[in-house]
Nanobody
Framework: QVQLVESGGGLVQAGDSLKLSCASS????????MGWFRQAPGKEREFVAA????????DDVDSVKGRFTISRDSAKNTMYLQMNSLKPEDTAVYYC????????????????????WGQGTQVTVSS
């Protein structure tokens, strides 16, 4: 089992940057593929980005391509989401999640594929 804690959210203006962190504890961090999801008020939780256990495979949703970068640091048991050129439509609660897939290069983009979730961190982008 793994415990996940997000940090780094906040209130920023459009065009600013934020870097979210997801610290893990418990089972070995490299045992999990990791993902970021977000949920805006009145909307379903949606996929943002994911990274494989090896770190060699990543994917992100079209709306953040070229602006967000996912990464992981196994030495620090931490995953990151660097968010640049933020837009008001990026406003949401951001959640990190862990997928206990046995495969080193596989990533998933659906909520149901992830086994463990953090409590979320609020990101608010003003226009």
């Amino acid at each position: 089992q793994v415990q996940l804690v997000e940090s780094g959210g906040g209130l920023v203006q459009a065009g600013d940057s934020l870097k979210l962190s997801c610290a893990s504890s418990g089972r070995t961090f490299s045992s999990y593929a990791m993902g970021w999801f977000r949920q805006a008020p009145g909307k379903e939780r949606e996929f943002v980005a994911a990274i494989s256990r090896s770190g060699g495979t990543t994917d992100d949703v079209d709306s953040v391509k070229g602006r967000f970068t996912i990464s992981r640091d196994s030495a620090k048991n931490t995953m990151y989401l660097q968010m640049n050129s933020l837009k008001p439509e990026d406003t949401a609660v951001y959640y990190c999640a862990a997928d206990s897939t046995p495969y080193m290069r596989i990533i998933h983009t659906t909520v149901s594929a992830y086994d463990y979730w953090g409590q979320g961190t609020q990101v608010t982008v003003s226009s």
